[in-house]
């Protein structure tokens, strides 16, 4: 089974300061893991994957993720916030068990971004 | 390369009535995943088409349905509406299926139940 926590529901900084997403998962197989962003009445747009390779994922718009097995966490930074960063942030899980390859995503973190 | 579209953007629906949302997917993607996401509920898998067949459905009951057509277009159609359906709903969709594939979404259809 696959499961996934985002630990804040909520994160606010101001422009031009680091932006941290903390995402916890849980799976019984090796996961794929994923961050979508979704802006305002738009659809969810991928950020980055990690799928075994490299444990740290660059992703777009200055964004990366660093996958830790040991502490089971994906969490997502970037080091300088911009306004249009202004988003809500989905964390994703995706494995192989019982071959349905269902995804399964987080609540979700709104980041505020003040100017 | 045209993205995932969804149709209508908006649907205003009576409680009872039924609604039919469309999706296409991008050219060459083959599956096709609707989701609902509800205020605060986050999004949740509602059904899953590969090749024109349904693979697999979330917790949803029966009312929820849909169907993918030979040019890999999907509808979704819910029956007997109530109040609690009304939510964005999203189609996303893939190249091939497998965990590591990731979903292409489209803007998503706001469905309102009155």
């Known amino acids: 089974a696959q499961s996934v926590t985002q630990l804040d529901s909520h994160v606010s900084v101001s422009e031009g300061t680091p932006v941290l997403l903390r995402c916890n998962y849980s799976?019984?197989?090796?996961?794929?893991l994923f961050w979508y962003v979704q802006h305002p009445n738009k659809g969810l747009q991928l950020l980055l994957k990690?799928?075994?390779?490299?444990?740290l994922v660059k992703g777009i718009n200055g964004f990366e993720a660093e996958f830790k097995k040991s502490e089971t966490s994906f969490h997502l930074t970037k080091p300088s916030a911009h306004m249009s960063d202004a988003a809500e942030y989905f964390c994703?899980?995706?494995?192989?068990?019982?071959?349905?390859?269902?995804?399964?995503f987080g609540r979700g973190t709104s980041l505020i971004v003040h100017p | 390369e045209a993205g995932v579209t969804q149709s209508p953007t908006h649907l205003i629906k009576t409680r009872g009535q039924q609604a039919t949302l469309r999706c296409s997917p991008i050219?060459?993607?083959?599956?096709v995943y609707w989701y609902q996401q509800a205020l605060g509920l986050g999004l949740q898998f509602l059904l899953w088409?590969?090749?024109?067949?349904?693979?697999n459905r979330g917790n949803f009951p029966p009312r929820f349905s849909g169907r993918q057509f030979p040019n890999y277009s999907s509808e979704l159609n819910v029956n007997a509406l109530e109040l609690e359906d009304s939510a964005l709903y999203l189609c996303?969709?893939?190249?091939?299926?497998?965990?590591?594939?990731?979903?292409?979404f489209g803007p998503g259809t706001r469905l309102t139940v009155t």
């Open positions: 996303a969709s893939s190249y091939l299926r497998g965990p590591s594939y990731e979903q292409y």
């Open positions: 799976s019984s197989y090796s996961p794929s």
């Open positions: 990690y799928t075994s390779a490299a444990t």
């Open positions: 994703v899980v995706s494995d192989a068990s019982g071959g349905s390859y269902i995804p399964t």
């Open positions: 050219s060459g993607h083959t599956s």
């Open positions: 088409y590969d090749e024109g067949e349904e693979r």
